[in-house]
Structure formats: structure tokens, C-alpha cells
């Protein structure tokens, strides 16, 4: 058995990964890939068919959201809503979880270890398995309290 390897986050090896798993390798789904991954983080299907329509006007964005699908069925991705249901995708490479601001937007990471505890307390107690990957932590950043006081 192989070890499992980190998920790719340049966009040649992306790009291979897709190809591997059956996609074609078309203009426009390169164009996607590399609009993520200049993106670097949490950036909306929108944000990513807005950029590679600069380049390719006839992307649409279900084909945006097919590619953003693959991607995440091959573990490239991974989406999660902030707020009120509003998706962004970013890159599998490093286990996090997502503090969003309410009044700011800001999001900021959290290394997964920090929530494990709590999300084995509540899978002891209550026989729940929570998705910890689909949803933010929402509240108020450091800086948007301090400007409030
Ligand atoms: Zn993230
Ligand atoms: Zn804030
Ligand atoms: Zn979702």
C-alpha cells in the first residue's frame, strides 16, 4: 500500500490528477485551475469564472462548477460556507478550519488539531458525527472588537 500523498496545489500536478480521472484536458479547465490557484484561498465559483472569463469569455459557470466538483471529489478542494451559505472553495493541502468574521468578512484559519477534542467530546456524548469541514465558526475578529470598545 501506497501512503496517502498530500493533495497537489500546483497546477500541472492538478492537472494531471484530472486527466488521470478521466477529464479532458481543455483550455478552459486549465484556465480554472490556474485561476484557484493564483487565487491562493477561499475565493467564490463567481470569483473564479470572473477571472477566467477575462481570458476565455465563453466559460460558464456551471462549467466552473463541474471543474470545482471534480476537483473536490479528488480531494484537490474543499468548500465552506461563511456566514450565510456563501461557498468558497480553497485547497486541501493543509487540515484547517474557518473563523469568520460577521462584521468584517475576515476569515481566518485554525489548525484542525485545536477542534479535535471537542468534536470527539461531542461524538462520545451525543453520538454525532460533525462535518466540521462544511461550516465556518462565525463571530467577531480581534480587530473589529477592538475598534468597537
Ligand atoms: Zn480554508
Ligand atoms: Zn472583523
Ligand atoms: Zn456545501
Redesign the pocket.
Known amino acids: 500500500m501506497v501512503a496517502q500523498a498530500r493533495p497537489p496545489v500546483d497546477v500541472d500536478s492538478i492537472l494531471e490528477l484530472l486527466s488521470e480521472g478521466g477529464g479532458r484536458r481543455t483550455a478552459a479547465r486549465q484556465a480554472i485551475v490556474e485561476a484557484i490557484v493564483a487565487a491562493g484561498n477561499h475565493v467564490t465559483a463567481d470569483d473564479i469564472a470572473r477571472r477566467v472569463q477575462r481570458r476565455f469569455p465563453s466559460v460558464n459557470i456551471s462549467t466552473v462548477y463541474r471543474t470545482l466538483d471534480t476537483l473536490e471529489d479528488l480531494g484537490v478542494l474543499d468548500h465552506v460556507h461563511l456566514g450565510h451559505g456563501r461557498a468558497v472553495y480553497h485547497l486541501t493541502d493543509e487540515e484547517h478550519e474557518h473563523l469568520v ?1 460577521e ?4 476569515v481566518i484559519e485554525l489548525p484542525a488539531s485545536k477542534l479535535k477534542p471537542f468534536l470527539r467530546s461531542i461524538e462520545r456524548e451525543h453520538g454525532f458525527e460533525v462535518d466540521r469541514r462544511h461550516f465556518a465558526i462565525v463571530g ?2 480581534r ?2 472588537r477592538e475598534s468597537s470598545r
Open positions: 468574521c462584521s468584517c468578512d475576515a467577531v475578529c480587530s473589529c
